[in-house]
């Protein structure tokens, strides 16, 4: 089995022991109004699930920048070898 699926599976497994250890246990938040009686393991999924989506715009971000910095390398090397009266080695 691929590392990344045996990871995964843990990963499930401990978030499973989490839910069943937490199922009584319950906790009243506050969004914009109060509710009560909210299960532990669903407060934590959700603050989970939201810190990853509020991960995207960050990810996608750095990945833009890295592939721009990649194009301007290349237009960079490209430029640099047509340069009228250059030598092989690069030396004038």
Known sequence: MPK???QIIIIFAIFL????FNLD???TIWIFKTIPDVPVFL?????FVLGMLSTIPFIISHQLRKKREIEDKKHESADS???PNSNHYGID
């Open 4 to 6: 990344r699926l045996i």
């Open 17 to 20: 022991l989490f839910i069943v």
């Open 25 to 27: 246990h319950k906790c």
């Open 43 to 47: 407060v934590a999924f959700f603050s």
């Open 81 to 83: 070898s047509n340069l």
